[in-house]
């Protein structure tokens, strides 16, 4: 879809590609799919919503790809599935996108989803769009979203805590030594260009 859509996005990191398996798995670096399971090269957005449910968020790319899909496409596809969650989150993202509101008057059915998959990513608060009934909860805003994957080594380090530590290292400190302190790292600051 990068190269048929002329999307200019960073190399993905894990691309899906067909393999003969038996079910979507993950391969050394790519994601392995079984040949039924893979999109019709045409059908753009049967790989926005393929890319949603087993590749993950990539903001760059659904920024690009989605305003270039045709309305009449996610309405066929949110008629086929009206609870489908990954339609939603693409009619969803399809309107933060384009500026545009597509005309499906109807609230959407199903569950409330969240954006990203807070077992997957690192997530912020959360905002619902009650007329997808999708979560926001990314870092920062749609117009700016940092996406943060949960790997091993991101895990770790928030597993260590470092702001509760430091608050604690703050408040054994004598008033006299933390505004030394802070008075040093203001001029530390003021210092570096």
């Not at 045709?70 to 489908?84: F, N």
């Not at 926001?136 to 805003?141: D, K, P």
């Not at 805590?161 to 505004?179: C, T, Y």
Request: net charge positive; hydrophobic share 45%.
């Amino acid at each position: 879809m990068v190269r048929a859509l002329s999307l200019r996005v960073i190399p993905i990191k894990q691309p899906a590609l067909v393999r003969p398996v038996t079910r979507v798995e993950e391969g050394d670096n790519c994601l392995v799919v079984p040949q039924r399971m893979a999109p019709p090269a045409d059908h753009h957005l049967a790989h926005v919503l393929f890319a949603l449910k087993h590749e993950g968020m990539n903001m760059a790319v659904l920024a690009q790809a989605l305003p270039k899909l045709p309305e009449r496409d996610l309405l066929e596809a949110l008629a086929e599935a009206p609870g489908g969650a990954y339609i939603r989150k693409a009619c969803y993202l399809w309107e933060a996108f384009t500026g545009k509101r597509l005309p499906y008057e109807e609230n959407a059915k199903g569950n409330k989803v969240l954006l990203f998959d807070p077992d997957r990513y690192i997530t912020g608060p959360s905002i619902r769009n009650s007329r997808w009934r999708v979560d926001f909860n990314g870092l920062g805003s749609l117009r700016y979203c940092a996406t943060v994957e949960r790997t091993a080594d991101i895990c770790a380090l928030l597993d260590f805590e470092v702001p509760a530590k430091s608050r604690v290292f703050i408040k054994s400190l004598s008033p006299g030594m933390r505004d030394r302190v802070i008075q040093l790292g203001y001029l530390w600051r003021c210092a570096v260009p």
